[in-house]
């Protein structure tokens, strides 16, 4: 049996897309390999944020918390520690463990200070530091998963050379979660065929490119969009309200697992024109909800989609539009993307994540031996 320990730097409870990578480990690997892996998950977060903190210095406190939950740890019991996100990696310098390995789900912030996307926000010389830090120490583990290619193409071209390499290992998606009937615009409270878009506000996720490429789509289509996620900024407010849009758009924030998977099965297109994404998860929900899909090329998306959707450049919003007429005027190609877009998603099951993450975990351990 080897003694696995997740390193999560998350707050017990918080919902989000590390913590569902979490326990999409802990249940593919508990089904799969019982009686090989003993796993137990350490929160280095754990201590969540303190509110007598100033708000500008609140992320260097929480930094500082993980930073101690670390160098604290008894680590003693485990084979092989695993840092579920490399974001943090600045973890490992202070570890001393030689058996560690991270994955890496992107390195936007890297790219983001190196001035990769126009008119993102700019990086102070603090956070500077401390993506710096996270490279190098993700660079010090035995061995790192990347969740896509492209992840791990940006990993290297950033200088990351760990002993073991950079091996790719994607992400799964539980398809039982958003399968089902299709349901139609009223089983979600609409009146009429609707557009779905899931994402935060990151400016990498182009919420503003969103509403505005569905702008785009003819009006006597009578479509409207559900932006689901955190609540609208006021940027895309004012831009809803410049663009007499209000009636049309719904904002439906942060739904439940039910609701998203409704919003999933009953929208006519799901619309996802990132700027870049690591890996790109609500693409293969959608897909694995029978909801044809129309996205960007940007980042690890072709890797994710192939074939199984329809595809334009982030910034040609006009095509990304027509893309979407496209797949609400023609039955036939709808049927044969939502089709393509569930073989697609079989792919990505939870058995090949665990099979190849039990592969990683058992080199990393017997090279030790």
């Given at each position: ?25 802990l ?17 280095l ?26 160098r ?18 600045y ?11 991270a ?30 830090q996270?490279?190098d120490?993700?660079s ?8 896509s ?54 400016f990498y ?26 609540p ?21 924030e942060?739904?439940?697992e039910?609701?998203?998977s ?15 994404e ?18 960007s ?27 979407v ?19 697609r ?6 058995q090949?994540?665990?099979d ?14």
């Amino acid at each position: 049996m080897i003694r696995v320990g997740l390193l999560d730097t998350t707050v017990p409870g918080h919902r989000g897309s590390m913590a569902r990578y979490r326990e999409l480990l802990l249940a593919a690997l508990g089904k799969y390999y019982p009686d090989t892996f003993q796993l137990s998950v350490e929160y280095l977060g754990s201590e969540g944020q303190s509110s007598h903190v100033p708000r500008r210095f609140r992320m260097w406190h929480r930094h500082w918390q993980i930073c101690k939950a670390a160098r604290r740890l008894d680590t003693s019991g485990y084979d092989l520690l695993h840092l579920l996100d490399g974001s943090f990696g600045y973890v490992i310098k202070v570890m001393r463990r030689h058996e560690i390995l991270a994955t890496v789900h992107d390195v936007i912030p890297r790219m983001q200070m190196e001035g990769k996307f126009a008119g993102a926000p700019p990086v102070r010389r603090g956070a500077r530091w401390l993506i710096t830090q996270a490279i190098d120490g993700v660079s010090r583990c035995r061995r790192v998963c990347a969740i896509s290619q492209s992840t791990a193409r940006d990993l290297a071209r950033c200088g990351c050379e760990p002993a073991g390499g950079i091996h790719v290992v994607p992400m799964a998606v539980d398809a039982e979660q958003f399968s089902g009937e299709r349901l139609s615009p009223h089983d979600v409270g609409l009146d009429r065929p609707f557009v779905f878009h899931l994402g935060n506000n990151g400016f990498y996720k182009n919420r503003i490119g969103v509403i505005e490429t569905f702008a785009k789509v003819d009006p006597a289509m009578n479509l409207m969009l559900v932006m689901a996620g955190p609540p609208a900024d006021d940027t895309m407010r004012g831009l809803v309200a410049r663009a007499g849009l209000g009636p049309r758009i719904v904002f439906a924030e942060d739904p439940d697992e039910d609701l998203l998977s409704r919003y999933y099965r009953g929208a006519a297109v799901f619309l996802f024109p990132s700027i870049y994404e690591g890996f790109g998860w609500p693409p293969l929900e959608a897909m694995s909800a029978g909801c044809p899909i129309v996205a960007s090329t940007a980042g690890s998306l072709p890797e994710v989609i192939g074939t199984a959707g329809l595809t334009s450049d982030w910034r040609d919003q006009q095509g990304l539009a027509a893309q979407v007429q496209r797949l609400i005027r023609d039955n036939t190609l709808r049927d044969q993307q939502i089709a393509a877009g569930l073989e697609r998603a079989r792919t990505f099951c939870p058995q090949r994540l665990a099979d190849q993450m039990a592969a990683q975990y058992e080199s990393v351990v017997g090279s030790d031996q």
